[in-house]
């Protein structure tokens, strides 16, 4: 059955709050501290929340040691590490903590130099990188530090810091470079402004550059990469509850352009975000009060695809100079016939080609359920597929423009050793005999 694009709503988060970090471990996402404002000291959580997707169920996990919010987090190596934040007295943190998830366990790590909250924080070749943020409650003095910490050393070094100082800004890493945009930053005592600003970060050179703008000027907005670009959903426009947005962007950094999707449902600002599965999960926030919310979107539409129609296993030999069939399966609400063969990929490959370039599809019903089935040919010297793969994704667009995206496990055949027939001294009438090396 096709999904469409289109928001929707999931379970709630069991503690509901605001400025709380998360991200993604293994399909899991995981949300970590946070609070509630109030009249006086704010309530400030060490709560960890994990949402599973495929059940649409939320399981509570062993707490942060340290409650705080405002915190980033990021995930290296199967590890979720947060950093920084503030507890009720609205005073920043160095704090640094580590989960793994395998074990349900916290594990103190070496502090961040400069104590911030409302930092971006992201992880770029096994390196993680603090940037920016704020050092008192929300309009003190504002940073463009950067910092960067080496989980296989457990220690910090100085970067090259952001051209805008600003705190609450939403950071993606695309294709190694890391992109921080919008954010707040400080004009003077008590008086701040929300930003459009988007500026990236090579950590191979330890440059920044600047980009094209976002079109709304907002700060504590959520964040997340689908298919290589950057979404940032909800936020505030200025210090007020009444300026919140539901309103969603996306950054293209190929085009260097942005574009408008559909808005969330619920308007909120400091919420937070994971993407599994090509869909941006947002989770929490504030709007008038805290709140617990979970709303997730995908631009795709989601379809059905069978590869190698008849293989329960899947199973795919990277060295063969063979095609791999893909049908992309029929049912009653979607017709694969308006799928565009020129769009189409697998892991990276085209739609194999014969002769003047005519795409390698027929019309088949693989699944014998009544419905018409689009089957695609694609070159295995072609896919970008490691032995350690567990998954092909197909991603196209429909000859109306609408993307689809769909994903089938895969069992990639392990080559190893290089395999060849030798005849045998010592087989019996030079019977060939299977040789390895």
């Known amino acids: 059955m096709a999904r469409a694009a289109s928001w929707s709503a999931k379970s709630p988060l069991l503690t509901a709050r605001c400025c709380l970090a998360s991200d993604v471990l293994d ?7 946070g609070e509630v404002p109030t009249s006086g000291p ?25 409650p705080r919010y405002g915190a980033g987090a990021t995930t290296i190596a199967g590890v979720l590490y947060v950093i920084g934040g503030s507890d009720s007295s609205n005073f920043a943190s160095p704090v640094m903590e580590a989960y793994d998830p395998r074990t349900n366990t916290w594990s103190a790590k070496a502090p961040m130099p400069t104590p911030r ?28 530090t950067v910092e960067a910490y080496d989980p296989g050393t457990n220690t910090w070094i100085v970067k090259s810091p952001m051209p805008t100082k600003r ?5 993606a890493v695309i ?20 930003l459009p600003t988007v500026e990236v970060y090579d950590p191979t050179t330890d440059t920044w550059s600047t980009k094209a703008p976002m079109p709304t000027a ?10 290589g670009e950057m979404y940032v959903a909800g936020g505030s426009l200025n210090e007020y509850v009444e300026s919140t947005t539901s309103a969603v962007e996306v950054y293209d950094p190929r085009a260097n352009v942005w574009r408008s999707e559909v808005p969330m449902p619920t308007a909120r600002q400091f919420a937070s975000a994971g993407v599994v599965d090509d869909i941006i999960y947002v989770v929490g926030g504030f709007h008038d009060s805290v709140l617990g919310v979970n709303e997730a979107f995908s631009p795709f539409l989601h379809v059905g695809i069978d590869i190698k129609p008849g293989d329960a296993r899947n199973t795919i030999n990277l060295k063969s100079a063979g095609t791999v069939p893909v049908a992309i399966l029929g049912s009653a609400t979607f017709d694969p016939m308006t799928v565009d063969p020129a769009t189409v990929t697998l892991a990276g490959a085209p739609v194999a080609t014969r002769g003047r370039g005519v795409p390698m ?13 689009l089957l695609l ?3 295995t010297r072609e896919l970008q597929l490691t032995p350690t793969s567990t998954e092909a994704v197909l991603y196209g667009e429909t000859y109306s423009g609408q993307r689809i995206r769909g994903a089938d496990p895969v069992r990639v055949v392990p080559i190893s050793r290089s395999v060849r027939f030798a005849r045998s001294p010592e087989g019996p009438r030079g019977r060939r005999i299977l040789a390895t090396h």
């Open 27 to 33: 399909g899991t996402l995981y949300a970590v501290g």
């Open 42 to 66: 704010n309530v400030v959580y060490a709560t960890v929340e994990a949402y599973d997707p495929d059940t649409d169920t939320w399981s509570s996990r062993a707490p942060m040691p340290t």
């Open 117 to 144: 909250m409302g930092l971006a924080v992201a992880a770029a070749n096994g390196i993680l990188y603090a940037i920016g943020g704020v050092t008192i409650g929300y309009a003190n003095e504002d940073y463009a």
């Open 167 to 171: 705190y609450f800004a939403a950071a």
């Open 175 to 194: 294709d190694g470079l890391i992109y921080v945009v919008g954010g707040e930053k400080v004009l003077g005592p008590s008086v701040s402004q929300s």
């Open 218 to 227: 907002r700060h504590g907005a959520a964040s997340g990469v689908i298919a």
């Open 361 to 373: 599809t027929s019309q088949d019903d693989v699944n014998h359920d009544g419905y018409p089935d």
């Open 377 to 379: 040919h694609f070159r």
